[in-house]
């Protein structure tokens, strides 16, 4: 978790929109590179910043560091849930 400090803070943007209307998945996955930070609006850890650690571009999934409550955890999220920070 070398990449993802205490101290991270996420400027929740506008809406990215990732999937738009005629983007591949593939198109998606190429969007996505180790270090990026996404946010995740919706679900258990809605309102948390994440940086991206490995993109699974078969499986539609990110494999995402994310400090919660204090505590590093490992994420695995599809792309489809979460926005960029």
Known sequence: ?????S???CARARSSGLVRAGRSLD???ADYVPG???????G???G?????REVD???SRLQVDAL???GPYEIVIGFDEVEWA
């Open 48 to 52: 948390v910043c994440a940086v991206v």
């Open 57 to 59: 571009s078969v499986a």
């Open 1 to 5: 978790m070398g990449t993802l400090r």
């Open 68 to 70: 919660v409550k204090g």
């Open 7 to 9: 101290g991270l803070r």
């Open 44 to 46: 258990p850890f809605q």
């Open 36 to 42: 990026d930070v996404v946010h995740i609006p919706e």
């Open 27 to 29: 198109e998606v996955a």
